[in-house]
Nanobody, 118 residues
Framework: QVQLVESGGGLVQAGGSLRLSCAAS????????MGWVRQAPGKEREFVAT???????YYADSVKGRFTISRDYAKNTVYLQMNSLKPEDTAVYYC????????????WGQGTQVTVSS
């Protein structure tokens, strides 16, 4: 059974940094794209970043240059380093994996709250 568990969220002042982690279990994830999606209150889920098995990375324009996605394949873990945080980055951040190679995430974590104060 696939399980994704996020950690590392919290409260930070604008301009600060946080590092999110997502530990995956239940399968070998080396062949799949893993990424992050966020959802702010009253808004739809928004793509943040993804890292494919080829190590190609993609970012939303709103986070380019500030966020970095990385993976530790030995630990089945994906990270999101978030720098220069802004109040508009406040959201619940979800880790997700695409096991069908169709650019659609089909497994999700429970989410971790990130709050950026101004």
């Amino acid at each position: 059974q696939v399980q994704l568990v996020e950690s590392g969220g919290g409260l930070v002042q604008a301009g600060g940094s946080l590092r999110l982690s997502c530990a995956a279990s239940g399968r070998t994830f080396s062949f799949y794209a893993m990424g992050w999606v966020r959802q702010a209150p009253g808004k739809e889920r928004e793509f943040v970043a993804t890292r494919r098995s080829s190590s190609s990375t993609y970012y939303a324009d709103s986070v380019k240059g500030r966020f970095t996605i990385s993976r530790d394949y030995a630990k089945n873990t994906v990270y999101l380093q978030m720098n220069s945080l802004k109040p508009e980055d406040t959201a619940v951040y979800y880790c997700a994996v695409d096991t069908n190679w169709d650019d659609n995430y089909d497994y999700w974590g429970q989410g971790t709250q990130v709050t950026v104060s101004s």
